[in-house]
């Protein structure tokens, strides 16, 4: 077992100051994480470390899925209500149900 905390590769007061430097909100897709990143980027080109970021779509197809169901949640709010208005075009209930069904 190595112990780093009795060997040259560990310092204590510098493993302080890293974590009071990031000491901050650092959630996926903030000014956070940007500045964690470029924190993190510095310390590395600093000591000569060779190192490759790698970006993740994540976020990005998250946001489009939620807000395709949003859209697809407010377009059968407002049909229904239309429906609600004009009782004589009920018979589009079913052909919205199937229609949902073959969405979902």
């Known amino acids: 077992m190595i112990i780093f905390s009795n060997s040259n590769l560990f310092n204590e007061e510098n493993a302080i ?3 009071n430097r990031l000491a901050f909100s650092r959630k996926a897709s903030t000014d ?3 500045k964690t ?3 993190i980027t510095d310390e590395l080109k600093r000591r000569n470390i060779e190192f490759k970021i790698d970006t993740f779509q994540w976020a990005k197809n998250f946001m489009i899925l939620l807000k395709s169901g949003f859209l697809i949640t407010l377009l059968f709010t407002i049909i229904y209500e239309i429906i609600l208005f004009f009782p004589n075009i009920i018979w589009m209930i ?3 149900n199937f229609l949902l069904l073959v969405i979902i």
């Open 17 to 19: 100051n890293h974590v």
């Open 32 to 34: 956070g994480e940007i």
């Open 37 to 39: 990143l470029n924190y």
């Open 94 to 96: 079913i052909l919205l």
